[in-house]
């Protein structure tokens, strides 16, 4: 829920390799979240459990989001290397 917000926020642009593209940066504050019980677990939303969707901006395609594929942080740095 977004409870603070400005009709006048900043406009980035820039030129990319399939032309220029712009876009509007909206700084708020979250003050409340609620979740269904049916995606609750031990009082933590358990994100297998949500029927969540993603959006790929290159293939113009929705992907439902539930496996976990890895861990944030630890996974990462093995690609650095």
Known sequence: MITEWTRTT???TWQGSKG?????LCVC????VTADERVMADG????SRVDAIA???YTHGYY???ERVGEAF???LKLKK
């Open 10 to 12: 900043p406009r980035f």
């Open 20 to 24: 220029a593209a712009a876009v509007r």
């Open 29 to 32: 504050r979250v003050v409340n």
């Open 44 to 47: 933590k939303v358990d994100i």
């Open 55 to 57: 959006f790929d901006p």
């Open 64 to 66: 439902r989001v539930t």
């Open 74 to 76: 630890k996974d990462g």
